[in-house]
């Protein structure tokens, strides 16, 4: 008797093990940069170390889609419209970092003995019979995190504000709300956390990948240092307008498709970047 009870409370456990798989956040993306702005609700599923996440289209197309894996330590981002799809590993990212690298020895090399006076024409012509990948790029800006005294209700999560600076100038406004007041939030802060290390390493290596954010900025920068989950983030332009928003608008825990966190089935991979 004793058995059977210990085997029917497993199975019970089972059961139940699936509804609490993964957890699904609600995202309105409202673009300023268009007139009047435009907003689209796009979707983040987390389930252990793995995220997914769509992409708004900005106007530029259908919304794609970025998938991360923790465990491979790999960014899959998805094309749609196309039926598409780049994968992006550390071998990946080593290998064009060694051609950003090879690229710039070689640019240097070949322009030693170019007038002064012509050189930068000659610098910018053969950036551009350059792969994109290969393309130099500066330095990311630096930013400063500072967490303010400012707290508010954001659509109904009490927050902390904080702004990154650069130059002395805000670029982003953040409003943060602990991971315990959000839906599963302990168990997707490692997820979380991974994809802002590898957008970092990524970045940090190959600047020339350019941002997810404006200014260059990994989208998921500063993750660990704020320690919750942005409810709203407002991006700033250089003269200090608002050029986009996010916001949280619902969570919940929700089963989720093992597949979710593939390539969907029929689309083809592309190289992130193929020589001319």
């Not at 019979?129 to 707290?151: D, F, V, Y």
């Amino acid at each position: 008797m004793k058995n059977r009870l210990i085997l029917l409370s497993l199975a019970i456990l089972l059961l139940q093990a699936p509804l609490y798989a993964g957890v699904v956040y609600e995202i309105e993306v409202k673009d300023h940069e268009q007139s009047p702005p435009k907003t689209e609700s796009i979707q983040a599923a987390v389930e252990g170390r793995h995220l997914k996440m769509g992409i708004a289209s900005g106007g530029k197309g259908k919304q794609g889609e970025m998938i991360f894996r923790g465990d491979r330590r790999e960014m899959v981002v998805v094309d749609h419209e196309n039926r598409t799809y780049h994968k992006i590993d550390e071998a990946t990212i080593g290998q064009i970092a060694g051609q950003l690298s090879e690229a710039e020895r070689m640019m240097a090399d070949a322009l030693k003995n170019v007038p002064e006076d012509k050189r930068a024409m000659m610098e910018q012509m053969m950036k551009q019979k350059m792969p994109p990948g290969a393309q130099a790029a500066p330095q990311r800006p630096k930013n400063e995190l500072k967490k303010t005294s400012e707290r508010a209700d954001r659509n109904g999560y009490p927050c902390v504000k904080y702004e990154v600076q650069r130059d002395g100038r805000k670029v982003r406004e953040l409003w943060v709300t602990d991971w315990s007041n959000v839906e599963g939030g302990s168990d997707v802060v490692d997820a979380f956390e991974d994809m802002a290390d590898f957008f970092s390493e990524m970045m940090d290596s190959i600047p020339s990948f350019g941002g997810q954010g404006p200014g260059g900025d990994p989208a998921f920068e500063h993750m660990k240092e704020i320690g919750g989950f942005p409810v709203v983030t407002r991006e700033f332009d250089d003269d200090g307008s608002l050029e986009g928003e996010t916001f949280l608008r619902s969570s919940k825990r929700q089963t989720i498709d093992p597949d979710a966190f593939e390539p969907p089935s029929g689309y083809k991979r592309q190289e992130m970047f193929r020589p001319e």
